[in-house]
């Protein structure tokens, strides 16, 4: 979401190193890997879960296989075999002698979902702006309040509530920009709040306020201690805040830059990037209003990607969502929430608010007698942009995005035997127009679970809870800002 600057504001090192009790620098949080875990999602309870977890190999059995590769097709049944974190193979019949095998039949399997826009430290507030506009409401109260008085501690919090949220909804890859990097120790939260929930995230390293903040200047540290393998689950990006000086620091790294676009004029700045040379292929633009034709031409041909927010710039008052005008300019969409504070961040409504969307704008022609109309958005195409098109938007479609051998294991699963969906006619509308969060059965990332018959795994739920409760509660009572729950 495109807001105004913080204003100033401090940060203690020694305030941060004395909530360690929160997570530990060099190490995992202790509620995660390793703690009990909640409930009856534990392997000493779930002998299944335990095998999974054990084996090199999974072979998913007998499911409906959306692969989204359109060289590999998709499949009324079929099996999917994980090896060492990676697909292997995909097709019917798979004989597999020493895996692990999870019964997937009345299952969707998909891709993981791709969030390619996502402040994520704002788990702490989620339904705080329940009816909010951007102004003055997000602005005054988010932008220019809340998020100043956010402490390294609780910029963890949010974060790993937002990223733990979107794995149990089926995000396996968010694209994270945390705009709370008041100094390095915040931005070291927010990074190991992504790393120890175990999504796949795109860290594009954003704004903060005060002496202590470091932006652009700490991108060098953050590539240098964070970034330095290529075979991991995060990723380095830069948020573009609109001047030519960051775009040149993300040019200098060699990472793409992710640029938020409201605003009414906002074309001759990004034609002056343009000209400059400093736009890249793989950089990353944002719900896109206040561009003309002409910026739209510069962010294709220079080989930008859009990420479309359909729910947050209707709900909030950004303008209307630029679904055909990407379109029109030949962008593959993808689709990102925002935040959590005023909508939901799981791809489901996400996907469906977007396709009923452009659905009615185009059909509102048609019905004006308008000839020679863009063709209307279908459930597959929503699939797509809610998938491999979010991945090839987060620069990660090598990775992930389809249900392809040697990408990641990145799998959701999906229950399609319930009353709500049953009987089954059209998998794709299916997960489009009739899923919900509910669905979502079983989540592999990397190959690892993450989530198993309906639970998260590795998590100590109830501990993780109530610290994360805790942290709002300390940052709303700081900041002196009413909590309405009954309102």
Known sequence: MSGKDPGPRTASRRRFIAAGAFWVGGGSLALLEGAAVAQTDAP????????????????????????????????AQADVLIEDGKIRAVRPNLAVSDAAIVDAQNRIIIPGFADTH?????????????????????????????????????????????????????????????????????????????????????????????????????????????????????TLALTGNMTAEVYKAGRDAGVPVVQH???????????????????????????????????WRLIRDTGGQVSICAPIDMTMGHGMPTIQDALDHGFRLSLSSDHGVTIAQDMFSIARTTFALQRLMILQ?????????PRLLTCRDMLEFATVDGARCANLEDRSGTLAPGKSADIVMLKADGFDVWPLNNAPGTVVNLMNPSHVENVFIAGKVRKWRGALVGIDIPTVMRRIANARDALLARTVFPRNLLG
Request: aromatic content about 6%; proline content about 5%.
């Open 261 to 295: 676009l409201v605003g009414k004029d906002l074309s001759p700045a990004l034609l002056s990037f343009g000209r400059a040379g400093l736009m890249r292929p793989g950089d990353e633009y944002i719900h896109c209003l206040g561009i003309n034709d002409e910026a």
């Open 118 to 234: 996502s402040h994520s430290y704002q788990g702490l507030l989620r339904s705080l702006l329940a009816n909010g506009l951007l102004e003055p409401d997000y602005n005054r109260d988010i932008q220019n309040n809340l998020t100043l008085a956010y402490r390294p501690e609780e910029a963890y919090a949010g974060v790993l509530a937002t990223a733990l949220g979107m794995i149990t909804t089926g995000t396996t890859t968010v694209v994270d920009l945390s705009q709370v990097s008041h100094s390095p120790e915040h931005s070291d939260a927010c990074i190991t709040a992504l790393r120890d929930s175990g999504i796949r995230a795109v860290y594009a390293f954003a704004r903060g306020a005060g002496p202590t903040a470091r932006y652009p200047q700490d991108l060098g540290r953050l590539q240098r201690t964070w970034f330095n393998s290529k075979d991991q689950l995060l």
């Open 365 to 373: 022609r048609a019905a004006k007698g308008e000839q020679n109309l």
């Open 44 to 75: 000493a309870a779930d002998p299944d879960l335990a095998r999974i977890r054990a084996s090199r190999r999974i072979l998913l059995k007998n499911g409906v296989v959306l692969t989204l590769d359109p060289q590999i097709g998709d499949f």
